[in-house]
C-alpha cells in the first residue's frame, strides 16, 4: 500500500538525515535548506538585480570573520541555490539554523521555512495489458484545437522514445513558448520534439540535502529512469499508439486526453524523493515558460496554505492563468487524508474502470473464488493439479511479519513447492512476490485485509499470483487453517471489459473531510486512477524490481498520480475550447457536470465497505469531460476571490503577504465566511448555537450556455435542515451575464453526522450540480 511505502521513505530519509546531522555535529551547526519568500516591494533601490539583493541579505547574517573581505560576499552567493521570480518571489539558500534565525528579522524577508520531501502518489502496481480508448472521451476530442495547450508536468522525467511522444502531424510549436530543452546524460535536443515542447530538471535542492546525484546511477537529465512521470506525461497529452500490446496481452490504443496539446517535461522528484525548493523553482519555471496546465501528482507538504510550498507557488501558478490539478493522495480509506486541499487547487481522487483481469483460485474442497491478476510467464500452474496451500499467519485478523510475507521472513522448507497467502501492506506488492518466489514458492495469493476491503489490484508480479478481496481472502484463510493438507490452483483468464459497477471509489484514494478548512469541499473530483496502462520507461521491468529483466512500452499504474492527468489533459481540452475561461471557470465545468451514478445506475460505490461513496470519497463526482465542455453555468473566481478565502482563514499579515507578493492587494472582508467563496461545491458548517438556526450562504453563477436561458433550482431534501435556494429561478439575457443567488440552512433537528446532497441548476438542457455537504458543529 502507498501510505505505507511512504511511511517507509520518510523513515528512511529521517534516518539518513539523522546520521549527516550528527557526522557534522561537531564543527557549527548543520546547513539546510531554506525557502525565502521577499518582499520585492522593499528591495533598497540600491540594489539593481533582485539577486544581489539576495545575496547581500544572506551575507548580513553569515557569521562574519575577523576581517571583512570578498569571500563573504562570494559565499553568500553560493549558499543561494534558487532565486524565484514569477509564481514566487524569494529564493532557496543554505543555511545554519542560526542564520536562518537572524534572517528572519530582516525586514525583506516575508517567511521563511525549511525544505521538505514530497512523494509521488503512486501505489506502485504495475501490471500490463491493452488499452481500450477511454469511454466517451475518443471521438468529440479528436476535433478540439488543442495543440497551443501546453501542459507542464512536475514529475520524474520522460523516457522520450516512447510511441506516446510521437509528434507526427504535429503543428509547429506556438511561438509564444518559452520553455527550454535541457540536455544532459541520455537526453539530447533531438529528444524534445512538437510533442515534447520543454524538457527542464530541477536538483538544487535534492543535492544541496543529499548530497551529488550519482551520474552512473541516476540520469541527471530530464530522462526518466523510474517511469512515472513517463505514465503521467502520456497519461495527460500522449499521442494515440494504435496496437498497444504488452507482452502478447489484450492490444488496444493507448492515448492521452488532450491528443495534439504539448507536454513540458519539469523533473522535481530523483531517487531520494522530490523537494520542495525544486518544486517551487519548476511551478516558477513554468509560469515563465507559457505553461497553462500544470499536472503535480506528488504531495505530502505541511497541512497549511502559507507554509507548503505546493499551496503557495500554485497560488502564484493560478494568478497567471495556469490550472492546476493535484492528486488527492494515497491515504484512502482514513478520513481526512487528503492532501494539496488549497481551493486553487483541483483535487483528484481515484476511481476504476470498467476493465478488469479475472484470475481465480480453486480450492481443494471445490470452492472457486474469483480475484485479479496479470501474471503471464512462462510457469504457469496447470488447472488439472492441486497444489498445497500455505497461510504464514497464526491469526488472520492480526497481521504480522510472515503473513506479510515481508523480505526475510519466509522459511524456505515450509513454503518451497506450495502457493503462499500473503496479506497485504507494509511491503510493495510485487516484493511480496519476489520474497515467496526467492524461498521456492510456486505461486501467491495476494490477500486484502480490512485496509483494502474488496478493491484489486493486479500487478506483474514474477510468479503466479492472483490478488483476492477481503472476503474471498477469510474463506480462503478459513479453510487453509482448518484443513491437514490444503490444496489450491490458480487460473488466469486474461482482459475482462464491460465490468459492472463502475467506476467504484478506489479504496487508497485519500478521503475528506477537508482538515484545514471544512467550508471547502475536497476532493473535487475522481477520475480514472486503478490499472491505468500507458507509456512506460525503457530503464526498469513493468514490476519496478530490479530482478525483472522484463521491458515494455506500456505499463498499467494504480494511485491519484494516475487520475490527476486524466483532469490535467481534460482541463487542456477545456482550456482550448475556451481559451477566456479562467483555472476556476474549467473546475467548476468538470465539478458541476462529474456524475455520481455507476454503469448500473446505482450511486457509486466505495471500494473500502462496497456501499454508496459520498462526497467525502468522490467529491462532485467523476468526471465527465464531454459535458464538461457545455456545463451551462459556470461558479468563476478571480484572484481577489481566492485571496479573500484566505483572509477568512485568520491569517496574521505577514502570512497574507506570503501570497500578495509585490501587488497591493489587501483583503476587502467580502466573505461572511469560508464557505461564502464562490465554489462550485457547498460545505455548510452549521454553528451548534440554539439561537443560531438560520444559516445562510452565497454564490454566483456566469452563463456560459445559451445567452437567453431560464434555470431553476432542485436542492435535495435533508433530516436535520430545510434547505432553501432564493431565487428559485433565474433568468440570464445574456452570455456571460452573472447572477447570485442564497442558500439558507436552517436546521430542525442537529445530526451528529455529516448530511449528504446536491443543488442542481437546469435550463432543460444542462444539469448544472453542486454537491452539498452539512456537517453540524458538535456541542461543547
Ligand atoms: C510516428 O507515427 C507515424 C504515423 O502515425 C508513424 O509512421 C511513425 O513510424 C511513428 N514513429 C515512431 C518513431 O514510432
Ligand atoms: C491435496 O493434494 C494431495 C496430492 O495431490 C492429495 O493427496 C490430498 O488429498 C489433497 N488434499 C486435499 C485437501 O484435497
Ligand atoms: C494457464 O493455464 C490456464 C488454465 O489451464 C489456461 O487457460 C491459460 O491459457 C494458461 N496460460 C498460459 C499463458 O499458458
Ligand atoms: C485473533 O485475534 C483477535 C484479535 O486479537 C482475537 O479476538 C481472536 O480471538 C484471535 N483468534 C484466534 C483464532 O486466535
Ligand atoms: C493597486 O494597484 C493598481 C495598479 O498597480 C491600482 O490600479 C489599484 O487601484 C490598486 N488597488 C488598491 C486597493 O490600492
Redesign the pocket.
Known sequence: MAGNSVTWLLLCLTCCLTISLSASLATSSTMRTYIIQMDHSKRPQSFTEHFEWYSSTVESVLAKPETEDDDTVEEAADRIIYSYGTAFHGFAAQLREEEAERLKEDHGVVALYPETVYQLHTTRSPMFLGLEPESGISVWADDIFDHDVVVGVLDTGVWPESPSFNDTGMAPIPKNWRGACETGRGFSKRNCNRKIVGARIFYRGYEATSGKINEQEEYKSPRDQDGHGTHTAATAAGSPVPGASLLGYAGGTARGMALKARVAVYKVCWAGGCFSSDILSAIDRAVADGVNVLSISLGGGVSSYYRDSLSIATFGAMEMGLFVSCSAGNGGPDSFSLTNVSPWITTVGASTMDRDFPATVK???GKLLSGVSLYKGRRNLSTD????LVYMGSNSSNLDPTSLCLEGTLDPHTVAGKIVICDRGISPRVQKGQVVKDAGGLGMILANTAANGEELVADSHLLPTVAIGETSAKSIKHYTQT?????ATLAFLGTKVGIRPSPVVAAFSSRGPNLLTPEIFKPDVVAPGVNILAAWTGDVGPSTLSTDRRRVKFNILSGTSMSCPHVSGVAALLKAKHPDWSPAAIKSALMTTAYVHDNTQKPIIDASTGAPSNCFDHGAGHINPSKALDPGLIYDMGVQDYFEFLCTQKLTPMQLKVFTKSSNRSCQHILASPGDLNYPAISAVLPDQPSNRVFTLHRTVTNVGTPVSKYHARVSRFTGASVTVKPQALTFTKKYQKLSFKITFTTKSQQSKPEFGGLTWTDGVHRVTSPIVITWLPKI
Not at 493439479?385 to 498445497?388: F, R, T, V, W
Not at 484443513?483 to 490444496?487: D, E, S, V
Open positions: 480450492l481443494g474442497n493439479k492441486q497444489y498445497p484443513n491437514p493438507h490444503p490444496n
